[in-house]
């Protein structure tokens, strides 16, 4: 039995299209991270927070606060389990506060000028906050 030739090119241009399509995506998943990570001073200049990849995950981990001067042995991760969201093209994860020990629902959002709008939401209360990127981190 022969399938008709038109047929063939048309099961090679979905295949060809699945595959041009699962690079596009790995790729962009792998550049992703850089777009966020480095050190930032916080929107009130009393944190400086550095957020770096963790597999196709970021973290963010604080440095420095207003409050205790340099807390980079203390390990808190201020920023968690930040993952693209490409519908929103910004990282969806949790922030925690360690002043007031609560953690809010965060979306982090590259501004592209070297600034991150971060804004954390406790239910339908949110505030957009913008970050200024200080250094990059040794990987980027």
């Known amino acids: 039995m022969r399938v008709p030739r038109n047929v063939l ?8 299209t699945a595959a041009l399509s699962f690079f596009a995506l790995s790729a962009a998943a792998d550049n992703n991270t850089s777009t966020i990570t480095g050190i930032y001073m916080t929107h009130d200049d009393s944190a400086k927070v550095e957020i770096y990849a963790d597999g196709e995950l970021c973290q963010g981990k604080a440095l420095w606060n207003s409050r205790y001067g340099d807390v980079a042995n203390r390990n808190i991760l ?22 007031d020990e609560r953690e809010y629902n965060v979306a982090v959002k590259p501004l592209g000028n070297g600034e991150l709008q971060v804004t954390p939401s406790l239910g339908s209360v949110s505030r957009k906050l913008i970050w200024h990127k200080i250094l990059p981190t040794a990987n980027n």
């Open 78 to 99: 201020i920023l968690r389990n930040l993952a693209y969201s490409p519908n929103s093209d910004s990282w969806i994860g949790k922030l925690y506060d360690p002043f």
């Open 9 to 16: 090119k048309n099961i090679s241009r979905v295949l060809l």
